[in-house]
């Protein structure tokens, strides 16, 4: 019977070599966009005091949250697009990592009697749809 010594060697030498051989070490990155496509080319066709609340939902869904602004009259429309990255690295039985991160970009719309008064881009995390009509 083999000693624990000789089973450890034994154990730490295969190791070693298929960590030195790189064909037990596998790593990922993966980014993907998860909400509605709203592009540049896309807010060319809205127009302030024209395009209105129906096509705005047609072309790019529901709205992840809408807020009545009832001092303003208005209606705020927030359309979220989530970068999510995953990326990670494994090394066969020894290592395994893996992070995922999410960055958050919103839209807002404002609405007034059905019709898109005008639009913004904000950070979701520090503007508030009421604080934006404010401004």
């Not at 066709?45 to 949250?65: D, M, Q, R, Y």
């Not at 990592?97 to 913004?120: L, Y």
């Amino acid at each position: 019977m083999p000693s624990a010594n000789t089973s450890f060697r034994t154990v730490c030498a295969l190791l070693l070599g298929a960590t030195a051989s790189g064909c037990i070490v596998t790593s990922t990155n993966t980014t993907r966009d998860v909400g509605p496509r709203i592009t540049a080319s896309s807010l060319q066709e809205i127009h302030a005091g024209v395009t209105s609340e129906e096509w705005l939902i047609a072309t790019f869904g529901e709205p992840t949250k809408r807020v009545r602004v009832e001092t303003e009259g208005v209606d705020i429309l927030r359309y979220d697009i989530d970068q999510r990255t995953t990326e990670g690295y494994y090394v066969f039985l020894v290592i395994a990592h893996a992070s995922n991160s999410i960055e958050r970009r919103s839209w807002w719309f404002e609405i007034k009697d059905g019709i898109v008064t005008r639009w913004w881009q904000a950070d979701p995390a520090t503007e508030a749809a009421a604080d934006a009509v404010a401004k």
